[in-house]
């Protein structure tokens, strides 16, 4: 096996930032960061704050190029936490790391603000930017000696458990990486789970990168049942391989599933376990799981951690493919490359008002990157917790394609082309397409007179329950809030009033506040000047 590049290189290092002054749309509203120029590079990030909350993370980074990198969404969760064996359940919730490969500055957003967010950075290339795996099938693998776990030494010894199934994850890590990048994507992943989760080491037992390399993961022997902190419920029964991708917008390649299969053939063979069938588990419970402590559960040998936990990893596009998997470790031939199609899509305007239309564009590629041309792509959207598909359009000569869509209320957005005989199906990343609702006044009052009513009266579309008016008045050169009250909509219809107490300049709103449906509405300010 390879080893380390000798030389004068620095070992790894962590550092954090605690989150800094933030733009809030509304109270408990979406928030969004400026851009953090970090003080030291890094190549891999997360989020951590207090409290139980499940927020809706995205966050990008800008390369020493000075370019920035797509927007990337990160799970929130408190998933992958350790049975409680040790210290219990965790004091904070925290993302899934992201593996950036070199970044310097980094952006986020959130959907919600987030009480002592921390973002916390991991540098371990100079310690390994030479070293690289050699690809070959289990049970030779990465050791952790090999991708440099001198430089994330667990806290305690391993636990050992049984192992009666596997459970399959992945990282959510940037698909962009190259080969030589694997070792330092699970030092990486070992210190934010051990420094920033507080783990006892790496979560997972093994982990397999995008060209079909094996490495070693949680320290105790990759042949012994070590449990690990990768399925809340179940780790004291089940042995973790994450998949070194981000598989809501990637398929894994055929060198991730033919190691994946090699590995869980092996891994289950090692501890006397059907390579298929039924078996039944027996939950240890915890917040991350989705059955209650001392549950019976019966499931595949093979399985996803949504199989158990409340997550969607290991991300819809490898969860599709779990059948096959499950065909390659009992079958023991390798995955043969597919005829790999590609969809991608943008849309025009992100964030749109109640009635507007927003175009939808994107490209259907086939296995060899050329054009698709006169196929259908179907335009799904999410605001329920499903998927619908909304319209289909074809594609043109060139492989693009465009449509309209016309939302009624703030949804999830994905472009899948179904697929036919020889052409895999495909599925673009979602996109969040955010609605603010339509408030506007009639007749709005624009003067008024000390201790008299004004009226103030309009519409807001779609329907909300309750509206809300704002009364600024400015005093000593500044607009301060003196009025704000709920005001009842009825079938998208309010009236209210209210009344100066003194003279001068005023201004006033009509808001609605963010909720499943909606962004945060505004009227926009409306000056009022009030005579005595």
Known sequence: MPSVASG??????????????????????????????????????????????????????????????????LEAHSDHNP?????????????????????????YRTNRPLRGLRLHFVNVRSQLRSARAAQVAPPVFVTRQQWGASQCRPRQPPDYGTVEAVHVHHTVSLNDYA??????IVLAVCRYHRNSNGWNDVGYNALVDK??????????????????????????????VASIADHTSAEPTPETLTTLASYIRWKLGVHGQPLLGPVTLRS??????????????????????????????????????????????????????????????????????????????????????????NETVEVQTNG???????????TAPDGTFATELQPRRRVYVRLRFPGRAELRRATSSRLLLHLRPLIALRSPATSGVRGARIRV??????????????????????????????????????????????????????????????????????PLRVRR
């Open 284 to 373: 240890s419970g915890g917040s991350a799981t989705k059955y209650a402590a001392g549950r019976s559960v019966t499931l595949e040998r093979v399985i996803g951690h949504r199989d158990t936990g409340r997550t969607a990893c290991p991300g819809a596009l490898l969860y599709a493919r779990l059948e096959e998997l499950r065909a390659l470790v009992s079958s023991g031939v390798g995955a043969v490359p597919t005829f790999a199609t590609r969809v991608s899509g943008t849309l025009a305007d992100f964030s749109i008002d109640y009635g507007d239309v927003v175009p939808v564009t994107g490209l259907l590629s086939g296995p060899d990157g050329a054009p698709l041309v």
């Open 8 to 73: 004068k290189a620095r070992g790894p290092f962590d550092f954090e930032l605690a989150a800094p002054s933030i733009q809030a749309v509304a109270a408990g509203g979406p928030v969004a960061s400026r851009v953090l120029d970090t003080p030291r590079r890094f190549n891999l990030v997360g989020l951590r704050w207090r409290g139980r909350v499940t927020p809706e993370i995205r966050l990008r980074v800008q390369r020493p190029s000075g370019r920035w990198s797509r927007w990337q969404e």
């Open 384 to 394: 329920t917790g499903l998927w619908k598909t909304a319209s289909l359009t074809t």
């Open 179 to 184: 080969p030589e990048d694997g070792p330092s």
């Open 457 to 526: 009266a309009g519409t807001i579309a779609p329907r909300k329950r309750f509206v809300t008016l704002v009364v600024q008045q400015r005093v000593a050169g500044r607009y301060r809030k003196v009025r704000a009250q709920p005001v009842r909509a009825r079938r998208g219809r309010f009236t209210t009033s209210f009344v100066p107490l003194s003279s001068g300049a005023y201004r006033y709103a009509v808001v609605s506040v963010n909720d499943a449906d909606t962004d945060r509405g505004s009227t926009g300010w409306q």
């Open 211 to 240: 060209y079909g390399v094996l490495y070693e993961g949680r320290a105790g022997g990759l042949d012994q049942a070590v449990v690990g902190a990768q399925a809340q419920g179940f780790n004291t029964q089940t042995a973790g």
């Open 83 to 107: 049975d409680g064996r040790r210290g219990g359940e965790p004091a904070v919730s925290s993302s899934d790391p992201v593996w950036v490969g070199s970044a310097d500055a980094v952006q």
